[in-house]
């Protein structure tokens, strides 16, 4: 049993569906001539598995960014011997005139087609084919599909190809075009249909329809709409302009269980709802269970006065209605909508579920019933809910998340939708939340956040998408799209003049990303561009004189990228980091975690031995020897210093071609400068392996480096014991260091310091029950 609420497993159907979509010729289809995707001649799929691939597939291909779309695709169910559809949702302008023609020999029950701006008249003569089988039909948003499109001149030697490609924005209307021979239709959704179509004399046809959508469709001639008045059972007019003649027809519509005349805005409305309207509607309506009248200028006479409705609890039941054409209701409604009106705010409202701005209920609802067709209102919906979740509390946490998350999914390229989303899940992310919220919801927010981030490069998306990511676990959280997030990030970085606080966030993700990650996720991260990037950012930061947060995060992300990756080292030398390093010490001698991070990072490459030949000048030993009296963030950078000159050492006098500074003068300095550290300093500073020190124990070669060795261990194990004593005893350090204590050459000092550690592992090991661990 799931132990947070959203957090129940894909069913084995999905799973598998999505499989096969990112794998089909390794599935269902195999490669024909001229690499065309073909069904298996033994497959035979039922509509149950035909409508799911379909309907996943145009999922995927608007909210995957690592799926692409497969030529041909619907081309694969065109034989209903083989492959059977009845139910079709497909949106945006990804769908054309072929992938319907493709597939027009199916007997399609249901086909919901959302802004298909791409589809033209010659799609019109692909739903005839689906005459006699189709029931409800979506053309919501497909705005070209009623114009034919003019043909481009085609060259002399030229194929005609019938091709989107081959032709130009709509040109002329179809008007040979009717309903004619649908007799099984029932639900139909024309909005948004263009002025130019007659909309009487289309539907003329259709004398059964029970559902009927007109949204935002001109009405010249409302009367037209009488003659479903016997069968008509749902009826929405969203932005339509209203008229008496048109609510005198409407009213006679006595079948209608779900009436919709609502608006985006009361300003572009000059009709008035009055009380006398909304008790027409309400009593020539008799079997009424859903209204929505949001967006009108509602009068004040609605409404029952203050004193008396704010008596009592609110209750439901209509004779207790604040507003008074409801109280001739014979039963609550289950749904109402009263958003961006007055009377939403009353304390009696006769309906299960009302739309509106009052609480937190009225907002979810809103968002709910206005996403898919309505981003205008969802949008600002959506946005009321961020002031929910940024100053009051959010009580239906996982409603919220899950309402944002399908708004972002449903409007991808809606930069309105993509502001206010983006915004809401940063709140409803954070901390106070992030208890109730499951893997696999925070997951999808992840994802629908990554999806604004490609579509969107403006500021405003950009920095509210990066916020939000840094309300997870990183990188544990971002780890399933690792390589995705870093490409993100890298993009936005590009831009030599980037907004000062997105640069800011997005350089701190980048560090924590190649923080506490494995090498091949380095080397990957490495091979995108990382390394470029954050040295590029640094040269602009040097030229504008500034150490800000954005130079220090990009020399900490260096630092991290390095560890023990020897592919980003070679990188960050040949990107000419060595003189960036120069000159940020020069322009900033005072800057403390500046030099700490830059020292870490050439620890970093001091513990390539192929590399160290480049740190060998006398310019750079002599910017580390100077180092060592550094006294900047307490011992770091000293220590640091001293660690790149310890790998340097190593590799004894005879690779030492300067003159200077002389190598016994360095070494001396080394040692002062290590017998001056406490050693029991608490370190801004994570080792995840002790192998490059370890390397430096059983030798004679360079005594001091043995010794910066053993006190960095002795340092370690002594203040950190829980961390850092299994991890020397795991990676065979209590050997090594029994070879220390038997070399000639090795330094008393280093000998006692190596005893210590020793008997620090052994102390640690005989009490395992530290409650401290």
């Keep these: 049993m799931a132990t947070k609420a959203g957090d129940d497993p894909d069913s084995l159907m999905a799973l598998c569906t999505v499989f096969c979509l990112k794998n089909l010729r390794r599935t269902m289809c195999y490669t024909g001539d001229q690499n065309k995707l073909c069904l298996r001649p033994d497959v035979f799929l039922p509509s149950e598995i035909c409508d799911k691939l379909v309907n996943v597939y145009m999922e995927l291909v608007h909210t995957d960014s690592d799926f692409e779309l497969q030529d041909g695709f619907f081309q694969l169910f065109c034989d209903p011997c083989s492959t059977r559809l009845t139910q079709l949702h497909l949106r945006e302008d990804f769908v054309r005139d072929k992938d319907l023609e493709a597939i027009a020999k199916q007997d399609l029950i249901e086909l919901h087609l959302t802004s298909c701006t791409s589809l033209s008249a010659r799609s019109l003569r692909t739903l005839s084919c689906f005459r006699h089988s189709l029931v409800s039909l979506s053309l919501f948003g497909c705005t070209n599909v009623f114009f034919h499109r003019a043909r481009v001149p085609l060259a002399c030697g030229e194929d005609e190809d019938e091709d989107e490609e081959d032709q130009l924005p709509r040109h002329t209307l179809a008007s040979d075009f009717t309903f004619q021979g649908f007799g099984r239709l029932r639900l139909l959704n024309v909005g948004g249909l263009a002025a130019e179509v007659d909309v009487e004399t289309l539907l003329k046809p259709l004398p059964a329809l029970t559902s009927l959508d007109l949204s935002a469709v001109h009405l010249p001639r409302p009367a037209f709409l009488a003659q479903w008045r016997d069968r008509l059972g749902s009826l929405v007019l969203y932005n339509v302009d209203l008229s008496e003649e048109l609510i005198r027809t409407v009213v006679r519509l006595n079948h209608l269980r779900h009436l919709d005349i609502s608006r985006e805005s009361q300003r572009s409305s000059k009709f008035k709802m009055t009380r006398k309207i909304l008790t027409a509607v309400v009593q020539g309506l008799g079997n009424l269970v859903s209204l929505d009248i949001s967006g009108h200028i509602m009068l004040d006479n609605c409404t029952v006065p203050h004193f008396e409705e704010a008596m009592g609890r609110p209750s439901m039941e209509p004779c207790k209605s604040s507003i008074y054409p409801f109280q001739e209701l014979k039963r609550p409604l289950q749904f109402l909508g009263l958003y961006n009106t007055t009377l939403c705010n009353v304390t009696h409202i006769p309906a299960y579920k009302v739309t509106g701005s009052k609480n937190e209920d009225q907002v979810l609802n809103a968002i709910e019933a206005y996403r898919e067709y309505r981003p205008e209102l969802a949008h600002r919906a959506i946005n009321q809910l961020f002031d929910i979740a940024r100053i009051q509390h959010c009580n239906q946490l996982l409603r919220a998340l899950q309402l944002v998350i399908g708004a972002l999914k449903c409007h991808k390229y809606d930069k309105s939708i993509q502001v206010t989303g983006s915004a809401a899940l940063f709140y409803l992310t954070n901390t106070e939340y992030r208890n109730d919220q499951s893997v696999r919801l925070r997951r999808e927010v992840i994802e629908v956040v990554l999806n604004g981030m490609e579509q969107y490069q403006e500021v405003t998306v950009q920095r509210n998408c990066c916020l939000t990511l840094c309300n997870f676990n990183i990188p544990e959280e971002l780890e399933f799209q690792y390589h995705r997030v870093n490409m993100l990030l890298l993009k936005i970085l590009e831009p030599a003049r980037q907004d000062e606080s997105i640069q800011r966030i997005a350089v701190h993700l980048c560090n924590a990303l190649v923080c506490q990650v494995d090498n091949d996720h380095k080397e990957a991260v490495g091979k995108m561009g990382f390394v470029k990037t954050m040295l590029n950012l640094i040269q602009k930061k040097l030229q504008d004189r500034m150490c800000d947060q954005v130079m220090e995060f990009s020399w900490s992300a260096l630092w991290n990228i390095t560890d023990e990756t020897p592919d980003n080292c070679q990188m960050f030398l040949n990107c000419s980091g060595m003189d960036l390093f120069l000159e940020c010490l020069q322009e900033f001698p005072d800057k403390q975690e500046l030099h700490r991070n830059m020292l870490g990072l050439l620890g970093n490459v001091a513990e390539v031995k192929a590399l160290r030949p480049q740190l060998l000048t006398s310019q750079f030993i002599t910017v580390f020897s100077n180092l060592l009296d550094s006294k900047a963030d307490g011992i770091e950078v000293s220590y640091n210093a001293c660690g790149v000159l310890s790998h340097i ?119 395992p029950m530290d409650t401290s661990r």
Excluded at 690 to 718: D, K
């Design 649 to 767: 050492m190593y590799d004894g006098p005879e690779v030492w071609a300067l003159g200077e500074p002389d190598r016994v003068q360095v070494m001396d300095k080394m040692w002062d400068a290590i017998q001056s550290w406490d050693v029991s300093s608490r370190r801004n500073i994570n080792y995840r392996s002790f192998e490059p020190i370890l390397r430096l124990l059983p030798q004679s070669i360079s005594p001091v480096s043995q010794h910066w060795a053993t006190w960095a261990l002795y340092n370690l194990v002594s203040v950190y014991p829980n961390k850092y004593c299994p991890l020397l005893v795991k990676e065979g350090g209590i050997g090594l260091l029994e070879k220390v204590l038997e070399l000639e050459s090795s330094q008393r000092e280093t000998k006692d310091m190596a005893r210590k550690v020793m008997e620090q592992c052994e102390n640690f090991k005989e009490d």
